[in-house]
């Protein structure tokens, strides 16, 4: 079945660092892929998003390429910030419901 | 995308009693979900909520435990049963657009003492 794997965390950065979280998937069909994100004590909120090969999601300096070659959807931000400390979900959609990784958090000393 | 109020936010409960968590969507959606946060875990869909017929289970969840109701396109509720400590988690609804993916209720953590 659909599965998603995502590194384990914690992973700790000092600020102003370039991030990158790794993400790979299995699906059957062409899957949509997702980035959550989760702040302490709150809810989680979509980050960014791509729905086909090659396409790039991008929000809040973040950015995500949907590589079908690779079956990856990895995450990186230029330069992080201590606000940008949270909790990390990469998912697959494949249409009918949605699948998450076990969620990255990632720590960012000022 | 849609707004999803979800209530109550939080409730402390005792073993062996039920609780029922309301979600509250602005438009009609066609697909609503319940998942499961585990403390420090990632998230595990319960089911699929049916609009008018019973709700999908995934593999681990069972009807008795996790009733749930779909009366229209709008409203869903979920009852955790019987409750114990292990089922202290948070519980979000979840609305499917294909326009926005998947957008989430801001949960219900449950502690059952």
């Known amino acids: 079945g659909n599965s998603v794997t995502q590194m384990e965390g914690p992973v700790t950065l000092s600020e102003e660092a370039f991030l990158t979280i790794n993400c790979t998937y299995t699906?059957?069909?062409?899957?949509?892929l997702f980035w959550y994100v989760q702040y302490p004590g709150e809810g989680l909120q979509l980050l960014l998003k791509a729905t086909k090969a090659d396409d790039k999601g991008s929000n809040k300096g973040f950015e995500a390429t949907y590589r079908k070659e690779t079956t990856s959807f990895h995450l990186e931000k230029g330069s992080v910030q201590v606000s940008d400390s949270a909790v990390y979900f990469c998912?697959?959609?494949?249409?009918?419901?949605?699948?998450f990784g076990k969620g990255t958090r990632l720590h960012i000393l000022p | 995308s849609a707004v999803i109020s979800q209530k109550p936010s939080r409730d402390i409960c005792q073993r062996g009693t039920s609780l029922t968590i309301q979600c509250q969507v602005d438009s009609q959606v066609t697909m609503m979900f319940w998942y499961r946060q585990q403390p420090g875990q990632s998230l595990t869909l319960i089911a699929t909520?049916?609009?008018?017929?019973?709700?999908?289970?995934e593999s681990g969840f069972v009807i008795d435990k996790f009733p749930i109701s779909r009366p229209n396109l709008t409203f869903s509720t979920l009852t955790v049963s019987n409750m114990s400590p292990e089922d202290s988690s948070i519980y979000l609804c979840?609305?499917?657009?294909?326009?926005?993916?998947?957008?989430f209720g801001s949960g219900t953590r449950l502690t059952v003492v």
């Open positions: 699906a059957t069909g062409y899957p949509s």
């Open positions: 909520a049916n609009q008018g017929s019973e709700a999908t289970y």
């Open positions: 979840s609305v499917g657009e294909n326009a926005y993916g998947y957008t």
């Open positions: 998912a697959l959609s494949d249409g009918d419901k949605i699948i």
